[in-house]
């Protein structure tokens, strides 16, 4: 079970798949899609990428993200959640800066390219990497499964950005 200033443990994979399967079907019944129809892509039996949409604010033009999420650790603790290169799936530092987007402004979530030497880190208690760098975080805001699940993660960085808080790429073009 997720604590604050607590390292996350690795769930046996059979919990996490299972886990994993289940809040799918509830999530994409919240947001009255199918799979198809949420042009989500399945990496691998743990792996989600998701595109998401962001708007900045004087722009007319949205620009497109991809979150990796990954459930290793899941559902005691909220799913890995780093934005990647939709050519590699993957985020290598200075490499992809141009695929992470700006979010501050917030006490909720702000992004990260290298959080202390840890590397990108959307830093939000929805997201794993926030306890693995022994985050401070008040008791009411630690992740509680199963009355949140990994839909609780996809909405506070979509409701980011699409707010004030999201200022734009780390790079303006890509590398």
Known sequence: MASAKTLPVVVNPLVACAAFEDDLEKVLKGRHVTFEESSWTRLHSLGLLVPIKANRTGSSEADQFYLRLEFQYYP?????????????????????????????GTDEIRTHENYQGHGQV????????????????????????????????INQIEWALSSPHYSGRFRELPA
């Open 76 to 104: 005691e603790w909220p799913p890995s959640a780093q934005f990647v290169n939709p050519a590699t799936k993957v985020y290598s530092g200075g490499n992809d800066l141009y695929w992470l987007p700006k979010i501050e």
């Open 122 to 153: 959307v830093c939000s208690s929805v997201t794993l990497e926030f306890y693995k760098v022994l985050h401070d975080v008040k008791e009411h805001h630690v992740w509680k499964h199963p009355s949140q699940n990994f839909a609780s993660t």
